[in-house]
T-cell receptor, first 116, second 113 residues
């Protein structure tokens, strides 16, 4: 149980295009999902927290117009990187926390984004 | 502010040797503590967690961790390391309100044959 998937696992795009990353909880309902960014050989940096049906809460320094987060259902959250630039290239990881699992976050496998 | 310190950036052990990865936290209330493992290019897998009760916690893959309130520590141990244990290990603590995970910087484990 507690499986989280991400799609795609990797994506290459041209500068100026938008990229959507999906995060799904496969066997539980995720009332809260989190989006992280990880640079090489570094720890995870929380970008935003999203609760189902509500607007996401962004961490300080994260551009909400740049990184659009939607959490329309209890099993799906999406992160859209708008007008991507090379500096947005990174490893993006989502996690999900469900009802009755208030403390534990389960992580997806990550999405590697390369912007050319 | 809550924080997590993993003093060892990189550790190398021989296969079959014992392992201890250190984690210290700074948190005013009773902490919820976690250890996650990340293989290269992968997401994070939960190894074990401590919320309350027995301070020695058993996890997956033969790992265990001990919560010591007096030392503000939650060190991860394994009696005999396997080559497949080579990965990045992250200690984390939940901040107030069951909201954010605060991660340590991680410890990269290399295993020599």
């Amino acid at each position: 149980g507690a499986v989280v998937s991400q799609h795609p696992s990797w994506v290459i795009c041209k500068s100026g295009t938008s990229v959507k990353i999906e995060c799904r909880s496969l066997d539980f309902q995720a009332t809260t999902m989190f989006w992280y960014r990880q640079f090489p050989k570094q720890s995870l940096m929380l970008m935003a927290t999203s609760n189902e049906g509500s607007k996401a809460t962004y961490e300080q320094g994260v551009e909400k117009d740049k990184f659009l987060i939607n959490h329309a259902s209890l099993t799906l959250s999406t992160l859209t990187v708008t007008s991507a630039h090379p500096e947005d290239s990174s490893f993006y990881i989502c996690s999900a926390r469900g009802q009755g699992r208030q403390e534990t976050q389960y992580f997806g496998p990550g999405t590697r984004l390369l912007v050319l | 502010a809550q924080s997590v310190t993993q003093p060892d950036i990189h550790i190398t052990v021989s296969e079959g040797a014992s392992l201890e990865l250190r984690c210290n936290y700074s948190y005013g209330a009773t902490p919820y503590l976690f250890w996650y493992v990340q293989s290269p290019g992968q997401g994070l897998q939960l190894l074990l967690k401590y919320f309350s009760g027995d301070t020695l916690v058993q996890g997956i893959k033969g790992f265990e961790a001990e919560f010591k309130r007096s030392q503000s520590s939650f060190n991860l141990r394994k009696p005999s390391v396997h080559w497949s244990d080579a990965a990045e290990y992250f200690c984390a603590v939940i901040s107030g309100g069951y909201n954010k995970l605060i991660f340590g910087a991680g410890t990269r484990l290399a295993v020599h044959p």
